[in-house]
């Protein structure tokens, strides 16, 4: 028995000295961990600065305005809701029954009302486990952080994850901090309203019980019931191995422990622990339709289902303005509207703009041809034509663009005027060898040339080019008829008498026409518009608005404004911007005189308006694959695109692209009433030719009708003819 006794009492002993050691252990490790950390912070606590809780964030959504033709008011058209993604919703702690915040007391910090930041024996254990983990004592496991609500509340809003003891004790000092100057409410409130909790079934995160509440239960956090206050508190911990969507039965087993915690605290009976433990869950699925949505909050408008070309052509120019002024990428450029904070405000004139999308939609107007083309796989596609259309004022404001045939389908889509390029064909002609001749005083209304392609050896090894129709015919012409009736062998001639890179030059640095240096210093990019890639549709109508304003560009643009939205900050102010003189008045008129006996006696004809002065050019690229009409009149200076995006076909052989775009805009364009006209120019003169030579015609001079001549410039005819000029060498 004594025997038996001893032994025992040596057990009793030995177990209690090793538990009373490991606890100096530990105590110990607690305190010279305690000791260092208090050290090492006060010595850093100078350099950390005192957190504060920041204001819910004003909201930073952002807007676009368009003009409302009858009430004269901008009427928001688009709105983009902040956290697109991420839902983050503040809650007012005073609407929260007290099961809900005990829930998160229960099992994130439970001794929460006593501690001052930090909980000093939750920290020591944590070391302690800690230690004894690495010590190799103990499984890894779940060791936790200690971290009080305070603690993890500065995490948040300091997003500093850098896993280090310095991060420690900056966590540790700002938390003492922030409860020195908020209350315990204050501190729950606003970790209340940030915490992370996972995501809904359709990708969008939760930031805050309320948006937890509506998210996963379709109801506020004033409605939540304690069963779902301890699911949502359960998940915190870790949102995705927590979360009771993906991952049901971890969830459940942190939600009973929580209840029973909660019981244990006394926070909730016995008969409601009991209740809940058996609570059925029903969580909301994409597509149920609860008393409160998480697409509700901060949404008081509604967008359109499809984005209108407006709204597409507004962002496009807004990324290219802040992605150059904040140099960030195409992504974070539409990050930044919808989380900035900006208004947009368009120029689009909403007549207009209906005008060009019912007629655009109206599928008679267009070829009903189908063009095939075979794809790098070797596969064959059949391809419906396609149109664009843009209209500008003569200050570069877009009035109305449509970048595709038919009602519009997809938000934010590929857009036929502003991001194909396509070859301009003869619509290049007026920005290229005549717009440079007549600037230069090159050649005139009526200097006579010879239809007849360059010799072979100038451009390629045989003769070039020839007209539409695969010939040349050898006679003589005046500059007015050969633009009017679009002859590619004389252009050609020019061009090569005046140089292609000086005419590149000049198209592109003046009539800022986008063209490649790379592929377009040629005759045939310049002459007949067989370019490498071409011009946008739009950029093609803002290189023709000099000929109808006398001579200045204004870079198209659909915004007027951008502002910020919080302040008075203006980033962009498009309507006070001043135009840039690229060509003389002089040479704006005579060109527009020029580009109106297209429309009059050229092949422009169908095009011709009966109130408005119209001038144009008609062009076709090669193979047919585009048909264009860029056309000018006392309003508006617009561009009509129809074509293939992929096709190479000869369907667009016998299309009028004249008819096409009078049935898109020009029949609107001639029932606008405004009192607008063309600029006048007093420095030109309207005078007679003589047919032969092709200057100002004297007395004895067959006449071959009347032309535009800067004043000042002319030459006369002598009687014998004599100045006849021959560029065909
Ligand atoms: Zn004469």
């Not at 850093?44 to 004269?72: A, D, F, Q, R």
């Not at 020195?180 to 079934?201: A, D, N």
């Not at 003589?476 to 633009?483: A, C, G, M, S």
């Not at 004895?700 to 004043?711: A, E, L």
């Amino acid at each position: 028995m004594e025997e038996k006794t001893g032994k025992a009492a040596k057990l009793i002993w030995l177990t209690l000295a090793s538990v009373f050691s490991i606890s100096l252990i530990l105590l110990v490790s607690a305190v010279v961990f305690s000791i260092a950390a208090v050290f090492q912070a006060s010595e850093k606590l100078e350099n950390i600065s005192e957190i504060t809780i920041p204001e819910p964030e004003k909201e930073k959504s952002s807007y676009i305005y368009s003009l409302n033709s009858l009430t004269g008011e901008y009427d928001i058209i688009y709105k983009a809701t902040p956290y697109t993604g991420n839902v983050c919703i503040e809650t007012d702690i005073d609407t929260l029954p007290d099961y809900v915040k005990n829930a998160f007391i229960s099992i994130e910090d439970e001794r929460f009302y006593e501690h001052e930041g930090i909980d000093i024996t939750a920290t020591s254990l944590a070391v302690a486990k800690e230690v004894l983990r690495t010590a190799g004592f103990i499984n890894s496991g779940e060791v936790r952080g200690g971290s009080t609500i305070t603690q993890q509340l500065v995490k948040n809003l300091t997003s500093d994850d850098e896993v280090s003891v310095d991060r420690k004790l900056r966590e540790i000092s700002r938390a003492v901090s922030l409860e020195t100057h908020y209350t315990k409410e204050e501190i729950l409130e606003k970790y209340l309203s940030v915490i992370y909790f996972g995501q809904t079934e359709d990708g969008c995160n939760m930031y805050g019980i309320e948006a937890a509440a509506a998210g996963y239960f379709g109801k506020r956090a004033a409605e939540l019931t304690p069963a779902e206050a301890a699911c949502l508190a359960a998940l915190i911990q870790n949102p995705s191995v927590r979360n009771p969507l993906e991952n049901p039965e971890r969830n459940r087993e942190r939600q009973l422990y929580c209840l029973r915690k909660m019981f244990e605290h006394g926070y909730i009976s016995a008969e409601t622990y009991e209740y809940s433990k058996k609570e059925k869950m029903n969580f909301v699925h994409p597509g149920d339709e609860p008393e409160t949505k998480l697409s509700d909050y901060g949404n008081d408008f509604e967008n359109p289902e499809v984005t209108s070309w407006a709204i597409d052509t507004a962002l496009q120019e807004f990324c290219d303005f802040i992605c150059d002024y904040k140099d960030i990428s195409r992504e974070e450029g539409m990050q930044e509207f919808r989380n900035g904070g900006y208004e947009l405000y368009l120029t689009i004139d909403e007549n207009v703009q209906a005008e060009l999308e019912r007629n655009m939609a109206d599928y008679t107007f267009f070829p009903e041809d189908y063009a095939y083309y075979t794809d790098e796989n070797g596969e064959e596609h059949a391809e419906q034509v396609q149109a664009a259309a843009v209209v500008l004022d003569y200050k570069g404001e877009i009035k109305g663009i449509c970048g595709g045939i038919g009602p519009k389908t997809t938000s934010f889509c590929w857009n036929n005027a502003t991001d194909a390029r396509r070859q301009p064909g003869s619509t290049i002609k007026p920005l290229t060898t005549y717009v440079y001749g007549i600037e230069n005083d090159l050649i005139t209304w009526s200097d006579i040339f010879t239809d007849s392609p360059l010799p072979a050896g100038t451009a390629g090894e045989s003769e070039w080019p020839v007209n539409y129709n695969g010939k040349y015919s050898g006679s003589k012409y005046p500059v007015w008829q050969l633009l009017a009736e679009s002859f590619n062998t004389v252009p050609a001639q020019l061009c090569n008498m005046f140089g292609p890179e000086n005419v590149f030059n000049f198209t592109h640095d003046k009539m800022k026409l986008d063209l490649n240096p790379e592929t377009d210093i040629t005759l045939a990019a310049l002459s007949i518009g067989a370019t490498g890639s071409g011009p946008s549709l739009l950029n093609l109508a803002n290189s023709y608005m000099p000929f109808g304003n006398g001579g200045y560009y204004y870079k198209a643009h659909i915004l007027k404004r951008i502002k910020d939205s919080t302040s008075s900050r203006v980033y962009v102010e498009n309507d006070t911007r001043k135009g840039e003189r690229v060509i003389s008045e002089e040479t704006a008129f005579i060109m527009r005189k020029l580009l109106r006996k297209v429309i009059l006696q050229g092949t422009g004809k169908p095009a011709n308006l009966q109130n408005r002065e119209l001038s144009g050019k008609t062009g076709t690229s090669e193979n047919y694959r585009d048909v264009l009409f860029a056309g000018l009149t006392e309003d508006y200076v617009s561009a009509v695109w129809t074509g293939y995006e992929n096709a190479s076909s000869s369907a667009l052989r016998n299309v009028s692209s004249s008819e096409i775009w009078k049935n898109v805009f020009g029949n609107y364009a001639d029932s606008v009433k405004t009192n607008a006209s063309f600029p006048e120019c007093e420095t030109v003169e309207f005078l007679s030719y003589c047919a032969e030579s092709g200057k100002i015609a004297g007395k004895k001079c067959p006449v071959g009708g009347k032309g535009f001549y800067k004043s000042g410039k002319t030459e006369k005819c002598d009687i014998n003819h004599n100045l006849v000029k021959d560029s065909t060498h």
